[in-house]
């Protein structure tokens, strides 16, 4: 019955021990060189060319990259300080607190996620999310994810 359950475990993306998990994540290059490359290769243009046909389109593909990409690290409501991210001791922080930096600057942020961070956050312009996605996930973090955490619902 181990293979059933292995099918079973797969089918529902479930991880099984000896790092089943693990094999297939991208790995950085050394983090300060991926950062200052990925600062080279990022500009405001690459957004200019985005089109929603409508807000509805906009937040639900922003959740997605934002569950299938982020929320391991970020949390499910972007609280931070997850299990998987403890883990990898990686200090991951909130992307909902009042008063946040990047709070309303849409293009900041875009930038920011483009370009991650040595301490752990990836480069995801880099790393293999397109500018939509980014300009997506950006916008899902300011106009759903921090008004509803904020909110307290
Ligand atoms: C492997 C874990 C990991 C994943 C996956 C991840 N992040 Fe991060 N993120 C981090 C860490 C660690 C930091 C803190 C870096 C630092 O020290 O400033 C961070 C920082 C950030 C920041 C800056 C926050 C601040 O207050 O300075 C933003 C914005 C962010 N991440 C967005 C995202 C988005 C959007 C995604 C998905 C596309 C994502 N992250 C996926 C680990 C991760």
């Known amino acids: 019955m181990i293979g059933r359950s292995f099918a079973v475990a797969a089918a529902l993306g479930v991880c099984l021990p000896l790092g089943g998990c693990g094999k297939h994540e991208f790995l950085p290059p050394p983090a300060e060189e991926r950062v200052e490359e990925a600062k080279t290769l990022y500009s405001p243009a690459l957004f200019d060319s985005i089109a929603w046909s409508d807000e509805e389109e906009y937040a639900i593909q922003g959740a997605v990259v934002f569950a299938s990409e982020c929320r391991k690290c970020h949390g499910l409501m972007g609280e931070g300080g997850t299990d998987y991210a403890a883990e990898?001791?990686?200090?991951?922080?909130?992307?909902?607190?009042?008063?946040?930096?990047?709070?309303?600057?849409?293009?900041?942020?875009?930038?920011?996620?483009?370009?991650?961070?040595?301490?752990?956050?990836p480069t995801w312009g880099?790393?293999?999310?397109t500018p939509r996605e980014i300009d997506a996930v950006a916008h899902y973090i300011l106009t759903s994810l921090r008004p509803e955490v904020l909110a307290g619902g």
Request: glycine letters at 16%.
């Open 88 to 121: 990898r001791k990686l200090e991951v922080p909130s992307l909902v607190e009042a008063g946040w930096e990047y709070d309303g600057d849409l293009e900041v942020l875009r930038h920011g996620i483009f370009v991650g961070h040595p301490e752990g956050m």
């Open 126 to 129: 880099v790393a293999g999310i």
